[in-house]
């Protein structure tokens, strides 16, 4: 299986390397060649398998000779084996029409860990192979970098660099990023906000004598691995409530555009999903473009659910890419104009071809509020504010098709908007009890390219 970059001037690279580079060279974002179908019969044969096995199903042809069969199946086992619920993402129900699918009962209690937990794996595998070492940089709201140092900490071939926003992540967020004690996790506080540490990520990508020096890798939701990863429970939950013989609608609480991508591909493997519905907090860029055309940057503005607080949505790039019929120098002209004047505006084809594939819907904070209220009262269930998101955003798209919103955090994640909400303070797990007595480790760096170059040398064995 062949990878090619959203903006058509990056070499084209097998799987291992995909996963391996992250962002592609002409500031693109790698893609399949092909997305290869699952027939009826096979997506109907994924009914009642295990977890795994059915992300065995889903992913091995995306995989190539990379791995053999035998050893995805192990790297699958491993990767899901502590998760805290068997089904690892269960289904529930909260009205007739109307479900939660459970992406929390990982190690950081987000759904990033179906895709981190899954490449510290792939990649511990591909790394002690050929002896390589490699440093990786990632960009977080939060979520994203408790994900990946969970995964990779004490990895003998590997350093971690995660960069969040100073003070604008939440305190549980902080300390599972701030307290593994392992050497090769390095918590990186920035001046700034989520765009700032996405930018400085980026800019370290497009730096290539530095690329090369520290032999960089991206584990940042634009990881083609990680959206492959994330493919897999749209297929279990879809085949669960009845595919491939009867459609199924998701919400998708989004920030970079990564969780819901995912549900593009499993539609385009086949799929039945009759509506894919994208849910923003107030920092609503992506409903306003799908509403108007436009992609047009505005300030970041702090909201209860802060790891979709973004105006740069990365993996919306390759959405673009598919509505523009996978025309790299129209997407590359789109980014070069984003990066100039702060925005662009989507041809009309192309902006058919994205309401096609995908609704929209904001929550304002106050909506975010009385739904974690409201659904807490009339099923019990207690929402993130995230999921709280994608609830009220799919509410406005309820029909015979079961709906389902993923859930994507663990409401203890954010026990002060929770609280603030239902009048109770929801308990962590009893494995992450002591979190708040762990030490921290963490260094605070101004927003400055040069700066954080300069700290990851010095950090890094020669
Ligand atoms: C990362 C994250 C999101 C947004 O997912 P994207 O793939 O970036 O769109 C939503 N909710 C939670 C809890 C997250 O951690």
């Avoid at 699952?38 to 065995?56: H, K, P, V």
């Avoid at 929390?104 to 794996?121: C, E, N, R, S, V």
């Avoid at 519905?277 to 107030?282: D, E, G």
């Avoid at 098709?401 to 308990?427: C, I, N, S, Y």
Wanted: proline content about 6%; some cysteine.
């Amino acid at each position: 299986m062949n990878y090619i970059s959203t903006r058509g001037a990056a070499p084209v690279l097998d799987f291992e390397a995909t996963m391996l580079t992250g962002l592609a060279r002409d500031g693109g974002l790698y893609l399949p060649e092909h997305v290869p179908p699952l027939t009826t019969g096979e997506i109907a044969g994924l009914s009642g398998q295990s977890y795994e096995d059915q992300a065995f199903a889903v992913m091995r042809p995306f995989i190539g000779g990379a791995f053999g069969d035998e050893t995805l199946h192990e790297l699958i086992a491993a990767a899901y084996a502590a998760f805290g619920h068997p089904a690892r993402a269960p289904l529930k129900q909260l009205a007739p029409d109307h479900f939660l699918l459970e992406l929390f009962h990982g190690p950081t209690l987000a759904f990033k860990d179906f895709a981190m937990q899954l490449i510290g794996q792939l990649f511990q595998a591909a790394l002690s192979r050929s002896g390589q070492r490699v440093t990786i940089v990632g960009a977080t709201s939060g979520d994203t970098g408790s994900a990946a140092i969970e995964a990779f900490r004490g990895l003998g071939n590997v350093d971690v660099f995660i960069l969040y926003p100073h003070d604008r992540i939440s305190e549980v967020q902080r300390r599972q990023m701030t307290t593994p004690a392992e050497e090769n996790v390095h918590a990186l506080a920035i001046d700034g906000d989520f765009d700032t540490c996405q930018a400085l990520v980026k800019d370290m990508f497009n730096d290539f004598a530095f690329r090369d020096a520290v032999a960089l890798a991206g584990v940042n939701s634009i990881n083609w691995a990680r959206v492959l990863a994330q493919v897999v429970y749209y297929f279990t939950a879809g085949v669960a409530l009845g595919a491939p013989h009867r459609p199924v609608s998701f919400t998708v609480p989004t920030g970079n555009f990564g969780d819901i991508y995912a549900g593009s591909i499993a539609r385009a493997m086949g799929l039945p999903i009759e509506k894919l519905v994208i849910a923003t907090n107030h920092n609503d860029i992506l409903h306003r473009t799908m509403e108007s055309g436009g992609y047009v940057t505005d300030e970041v503005y702090p909201s209860i659910s802060p790891s979709m607080d973004i105006q740069v949505s990365s993996n919306f790039e390759r959405a673009l890419f598919d509505a523009y019929a996978r025309d790299g120098s129209a997407v590359a002209r789109a980014m070069g104009e984003l990066k100039e004047t702060g925005g662009f505006r989507i041809g009309q084809g192309a902006l058919e071809a994205l309401r096609e594939s995908f609704a929209s819907g904001r929550a304002s904070e106050d909506e975010t509020r009385a739904t974690i209220t409201a659904t807490a009262r009339e099923t019990g269930e207690v929402l993130c504010p995230h999921t709280a998101v994608g609830v009220h955003v799919a509410q406005a798209h309820l029909s015979a098709t079961p709906m389902v919103t993923l859930a994507t955090a663990h409401p203890a994640k954010f026990p002060d908007a929770v609280e603030a909400a239902t009048g109770a303070r929801p308990a962590l797990p009893p494995r992450m009890a002591d979190l708040f007595e762990r030490p921290e480790r963490v260094t605070r760096l101004p927003g400055d390219l040069a700066a954080v170059q300069a700290l990851i040398r010095e950090r890094i064995p020669a």
